[in-house]
Nanobody, 122 residues
Framework: QVQLVESGGGLVQAGGSLTLSCAAS????????MNWFRQAPGKEREFVAG????????GYADSVKGRFTISRDNAKNTVYLQMNSLEAEDTAVYFC???????????????WGQGTQVTVSS
């Protein structure tokens, strides 16, 4: 198991930006594909963005494509989610996720962080 701790959530106005971070420990970080999921109140957890272990492949949900950017620093065991042009619909708890294999649409498996709240005011 890999342990994950998210940070960087908060309250931001619509149109603003926020960067989430997820620090990993416990296993070789570069062996894991990393994903961001989110869950809004009353809704199912949904995929947001993913990145392969090397960082060479990335994927995004259609709802965030062009606004969000996922990246990783394997030397720092950290994955990031840069969120621009935020909308009220982006309000959710954002979860970091680690899986052994990269997928363009990962399932709800693997290791999870505790989540960080992002609230976008309109």
């Amino acid at each position: 198991q890999v342990q994950l701790v998210e940070s960087g959530g908060g309250l931001v106005q619509a149109g603003g930006s926020l960067t989430l971070s997820c620090a990993a420990s416990g296993r070789t970080f570069s062996n894991y594909a990393m994903n961001w999921f989110r869950q809004a109140p009353g809704k199912e957890r949904e995929f947001v963005a993913g990145i392969s272990g090397s960082g060479g492949s990335t994927g995004y949900a259609d709802s965030v494509k062009g606004r969000f950017t996922i990246s990783r620093d394997n030397a720092k065991n950290t994955v990031y989610l840069q969120m621009n042009s935020l909308e009220a619909e982006d309000t959710a708890v954002y979860f970091c996720n680690a899986q052994l294999y990269y997928s363009v649409r990962p399932a709800l498996v693997g290791s999870w962080g505790q989540g960080t709240q992002v609230t976008v005011s309109s």
